[in-house]
């Protein structure tokens, strides 16, 4: 088990960047592929970004972030980082930090056992 707690939300205008932080607590974090997950009201959730359990160039995109969001993460510090640049306002939402053990699909939210509270991310035009 691990707990993950998220920072680094607020508002920005379109064309801006943000740098999202994920901190998790537990022994075992290097055992975890962390992912990114965004959920906008009145929508379902959304996967954002995934990172292998060792990082390096194993990361996961969908095509509505690749080139303008990049996952990282610090197995030494335990943190995980998404930063988010030309953002736009349809990257309003509330962005969720996870952890998974399992060889799931990495862009299921099925794959992910362990989830933060989320940070609000607004985009204004």
């Known amino acids: 088990q691990v707990q993950l707690v998220e920072s680094g939300g607020g508002l920005v205008q379109a064309g801006g960047s943000l740098r999202l932080s994920c901190a998790a607590s537990g022994r075992t974090f290097s055992s975890y592929r962390m992912g990114w997950f965004r959920q906008a009201s009145g929508k379902d959730r959304e996967f954002v970004a995934a990172i292998s359990r060792s990082g390096g160039s194993s990361t996961w995109y969908p095509d509505s972030v690749k080139g303008r969001f990049t996952v990282s993460r610090d197995n030494a510090k335990k943190m995980v980082y998404l930063q988010m640049n030309s953002l736009k306002p349809e990257d309003t939402a509330v962005y969720y930090c996870?952890?998974?053990?399992?060889?799931?699909?990495?862009?299921?939210?099925?794959?992910?056992?362990?989830w933060g509270q989320g940070t609000q991310v607004t985009v204004s035009s």
């Open positions: 996870t952890a998974g053990s399992s060889s799931g699909l990495v862009s299921r939210a099925s794959a992910y056992e362990n």
